[in-house]
């Protein structure tokens, strides 16, 4: 069985870092596509972070939102997914999810990691 769990999430300072990671079990991370997303009070799931399995690149996309910003990384023999997060802002202000999308065609979420950005 595959699981996810986001650990990282805290109240920061506008401006401020953060990195999130995602530990994962029951699945490979180098043959998975995994990704960040992130969901606000009252707006659409938004994926922030996307990298390919390993065998194809590890392409990495970012949306314009996070482009600059946001990096996306995986220790691979830990199975974990980072998240880093620089300059935050207030639109930052998430539930930050991962998602894996395994070799055996699962797709798997974690509950997410709450990231509140706030003077």
């Known amino acids: 069985q595959v699981q996810l769990v986001e650990s990282g999430g805290r109240l920061v300072q506008p401006g401020e870092s953060l990195r999130l990671s995602c530990t994962g079990s029951?699945?490979?991370?180098?043959?998975?596509?995994m990704s960040w997303w992130r969901q606000a009070p009252d707006k659409e799931l938004e994926m922030v972070a996307y990298?390919?399995?390993?065998?194809?690149?590890?392409?990495?996309t970012i949306p314009s939102s996070a482009r600059g910003r946001f990096t996306i990384s995986r220790d691979n023999g830990k199975n974990i997914l980072y998240l880093q997060m620089d300059r935050l802002n207030t639109g930052d202000t998430a539930v930050y999810l991962c998602?894996?999308?395994?070799?055996?065609?699962?797709?798997?979420w974690g509950r997410g990691t709450q990231v509140t950005v706030s003077t």
């Open positions: 998602k894996a999308e395994t070799d055996r065609f699962q797709t798997a």
């Open positions: 029951g699945l490979n991370f180098s043959t998975s596509h």
């Open positions: 990298m390919t399995k390993a065998s194809i690149g590890s392409h990495i």
